[in-house]
T-cell receptor, first 111, second 111 residues
């Protein structure tokens, strides 16, 4: 089975722009979770989608949003980018939200 | 609110030694605890997952234990090798499926 894929792998944006990241889960997995990883804060949970519905949400501002499509692929959008949004964004898929399998991540740099 | 702590933040060990990585969590009402490995700039690789009803899991040279009453988990690595050098993260999943990560232990195996 193919693993979790994330595109793009690297991205450079300027402050104020918006960005969309994509995640394709393992075939058959219906849950996709998104995480932000920074050196200072570590891995922080953003949100989880299950069958196209947001099921859980972390403590991030409304600039961070996501969605899931009927084929379980998920996108994450960040609007009005700030320098502090520079991070590795990881997505993880699972059958039910339990054991999670992570993708390679998207490295976002905001200048 | 669940908090997950990993101490030490970094560890250097000569090749061939056995070692133990520690993880503590504040809320014992967890669904499972998972150990991950992360290589620099990469995503997370799942190593072991322990369900709340289990006490330990083993895979090759790795053994993870879980003591919910004391809020602790350990990852034991036998006969360490330079290829074991990486950051090891533990993550506690609660009954609402939220996953809280520790900040990790950076392990360096000295050849």
């Amino acid at each position: 089975k193919a693993g979790v894929t994330q595109t793009p792998r690297y991205l450079i944006k300027t402050r104020g722009q918006q960005v969309t990241l994509s995640c394709s889960p393992i075939s058959g997995h219906r849950s996709v979770s998104w995480y932000q990883q920074t050196p200072g804060q570590g891995l922080q949970f953003l949100f989880e989608y299950f069958s196209e519905t947001q099921r859980n949400k972390g403590n991030f501002p409304g600039r961070f949003s996501g969605r899931q499509f009927s084929n379980s692929r998920s996108e994450m959008n960040v609007s009005t980018l700030e320098l502090g949004d520079s991070a590795l964004y990881l997505c993880a898929s699972s059958l039910s939200g339990r054991e999670q399998y992570f993708g390679p991540g998207t490295r976002l740099t905001v200048t | 609110k669940q908090e997950v702590t990993q101490i030490p933040a970094a560890l250097s060990v000569p090749e061939g030694e056995n070692l133990v990585l520690n993880c503590s969590f504040t809320d014992s009402a967890i669904y499972n605890l998972q150990w991950f490995r992360q290589d620099p700039g990469k995503g997370l690789t799942s190593l072991l997952l322990i369900q709340s009803s289990q006490r330990e899991q083993t895979s090759g040279r790795l053994n993870a234990s879980l003591d919910k009453s004391s809020g602790r988990s350990t990852l034991y690595i036998a006969a360490s090798q330079p290829g074991d050098s990486a950051t090891y993260l533990c993550a506690a999943q609660d009954r609402d499926d939220k996953i809280i990560f520790g900040k990790g232990t950076r392990l360096h195996i000295l050849p």
